[in-house]
């Protein structure tokens, strides 16, 4: 089951949206983004940012490293962000 975040940012960042009404993400019942960020880490004071993918079985986020690949400023910057990914 896939939830998403539409491209609304409030006062606390992206949230939940099932039309035009804030509606709630599948695992947690949270509204916004940065409360699924905090399940898995609670101490994570970082930006939210999308997309973001969650492990169910492990229970925690999966570090998004193909958006990190994808927007590598450098072939350095690449290397080092593609390999751990695969």
């Known amino acids: 089951m896939i939830s998403f975040a539409r491209p609304t940012r409030g006062l ?3 949230i939940f ?3 035009t009404e804030t509606s709630k993400e599948h695992l947690f ?3 916004r983004l940065h409360e ?3 399940t898995s880490h609670p101490d994570y004071t ?3 940012t999308v997309p973001m993918l969650w492990d169910k079985k492990q229970g925690c986020m999966v570090n998004n ?3 990190k690949t994808g927007y590598a ?3 350095d910057a690449y290397e080092e ?3 751990p990914l695969f």
Do not use: H, L, M
Request: net charge positive.
């Open 12 to 14: 606390e960042g992206w």
């Open 17 to 19: 949206e099932n039309g």
């Open 29 to 31: 019942g949270k509204t």
């Open 36 to 38: 699924v960020y905090t």
């Open 65 to 67: 490293g193909v958006y």
């Open 46 to 48: 970082g930006r939210v």
């Open 73 to 75: 400023r450098s072939q």
């Open 81 to 83: 962000s593609v390999v």
